[in-house]
C-alpha cells in the first residue's frame, strides 16, 4: 500500500516502499544502511578491478539510460540510491536492473581477495 504522502500516489506504477522495509516513504530511496552497504560495495569492486574509468561516451550513453528510467529521480537511482554520475563513469559498474552492464568485467581472482556483500536494493 502506499502511503498518502508517496509522489506515486496517482501513478499506475508500484511504490518501491511497498517491496522493501529499506525504502524511505518520503524520497524512494533505499535507507541510509543500505545506501552506505551498496556504495562500499561499488568502491571495493571498483579498487579491485583497477579503477577502471568509462569513456565520455560511454557514461553519457549510460546517464541517458538512466534518465529515460522510471527509477530515475533527479541524478540518483531510487533502486540503488547510488550518484549516478559517479556509478555511470565506472566502468566495472552496472545498473542494478540490467538496463546497461558492466563495461570491463572484473577478474575473478581480483574478486575473490576483496569479497563484499551484496547490496541490498
Known amino acids: 500500500m502506499k502511503c498518502s504522502t508517496c509522489p506515486l500516489l496517482t501513478e499506475g506504477r508500484s511504490c518501491p516502499g511497498e517491496q522493501s522495509k529499506f525504502v524511505c516513504s ?3 530511496q533505499p535507507g541510509l544502511i543500505a545506501q552506505l552497504r551498496s556504495f562500499a560495495t561499488a568502491v ?3 579498487v579491485a578491478a583497477g579503477r577502471p574509468q568509462a569513456s565520455q561516451a560511454q ?3 549510460r546517464l541517458a539510460v538512466c534518465a529515460a528510467c522510471p527509477e530515475y529521480d533527479e541524478g540518483r537511482c531510487r533502486l540503488c540510491g547510488c550518484f549516478l554520475a559517479t556509478k555511470a563513469g565506472w566502468a566495472d559498474q552496472e545498473c ?3 538496463k546497461w552492464m ?3 568485467p572484473m577478474p575473478a581472482e581480483r574478486l575473490r581477495e576483496a569479497p563484499v556483500e551484496p547490496a541490498l536494493a
Open 102 to 104: 558492466a563495461i570491463v
Open 26 to 28: 518520503q524520497s524512494h
Open 59 to 61: 557514461r553519457e550513453a
Open 44 to 46: 571495493v569492486h571498483h
Open 96 to 98: 542494478p536492473v540490467g
